[in-house]
């Protein structure tokens, strides 16, 4: 629950990082903003707080990516023990087919 909360923090930086980006490139394009020296550099904010929404996301999914690998390992043991097991009733089969398992059904009197 809360790595989904972090995504969708992470995804609101980036589009309102974006979303400033564009809307001062249009304004400035068509002359409606004609910015002081300090209103330059809301380019560049916008851009670094994208940036960092995007770093943000990143470590959220990397540590998602940790958990699973993590979930991987655990059902890659489980199995290797349950082909152990079938392996054991395999053999055992073989052994009662063929007569030489004590108590079998196909056992030589």
């Known amino acids: 629950m809360k790595n989904k909360v972090m995504d ?3 995804w609101i930086f980036i589009i309102v990082g974006i ?3 564009l809307s001062w490139y249009f304004l400035k394009a068509f002359g409606i903003v004609n910015s002081p020296i300090w209103f330059e550099i809301l380019p560049a904010l916008s851009a670094g ?5 995007f770093g943000f ?3 959220s999914l990397k ?11 655990k059902l890659s043991v489980g199995m290797n023990k349950f082909y152990e097991r079938l392996c054991e009733v395999e053999r ?7 007569g030489k398992l ?3 059904p196909y056992e030589e009197k």
């Open 92 to 98: 055992m089969q073989k052994l009662c087919v063929s």
């Open 49 to 53: 707080i994208s940036v960092g929404g």
């Open 8 to 10: 969708v923090i992470a």
């Open 19 to 21: 979303s400033i980006m």
């Open 57 to 59: 996301y990143l470590g």
């Open 63 to 73: 540590k998602t990516v940790d958990i699973n690998s993590k979930n991987i390992n």
């Open 102 to 104: 004590k108590g079998s």
